[in-house]
């Protein structure tokens, strides 16, 4: 069974840090575009970054220069560095996994995905 379990989130003071995990298990064989959506109280869950099988990485444009997202492709985990924090980034933070190989934009507005983790929540406090 395919398991992805997030971790690292909490609250902050704007202008904070964090590092966001997913832990990721039991995905099979293949190549994957993986992300971070996140969805604040009362709102649509909206893509914030993703990164493909070959390493290109799409940002939201609310993030761009904040956010960071890689992979350790040994440690199958996926991360998500957050500095300068506002409290507008407050949400539930999830990621994701598709078997695709090529990511991008579009995948930031993708509602629907195969392997989905339940979310670590982030408040960021003014």
């Known amino acids: 069974q395919v398991q992805l379990v997030e971790s690292g989130g909490g609250s902050v003071q704007d202008g904070g840090s964090l590092i966001l995990s997913c832990a990721i298990s039991?995905?099979?064989?293949?190549?994957?575009?993986m992300g971070w959506f996140r969805q604040a109280a009362g709102k649509e869950r909206e893509g914030v970054a993703n990164?493909?099988?070959?390493?290109?990485?799409t940002y939201a444009d609310s993030v761009k220069g904040r956010f960071t997202i890689s992979k350790d492709n040994a440690k199958n985990t996926l991360y998500l560095q957050m500095n300068s924090l506002k409290p507008e980034d407050t949400g539930m933070y999830y990621c994701?996994?598709?078997?695709?190989?090529?990511?991008?934009?579009?995948?930031?507005?993708?509602?629907?995905?195969?392997?989905w983790g339940q979310g670590t929540q982030v408040t960021v406090s003014s």
């Open positions: 994701a996994a598709d078997d695709l190989p090529i990511g991008g934009r579009w995948y930031l507005v993708q509602k629907r995905h195969k392997y």
């Open positions: 039991n995905l099979p064989p293949g190549r994957y575009t």
């Open positions: 990164i493909d099988s070959e390493g290109s990485t």
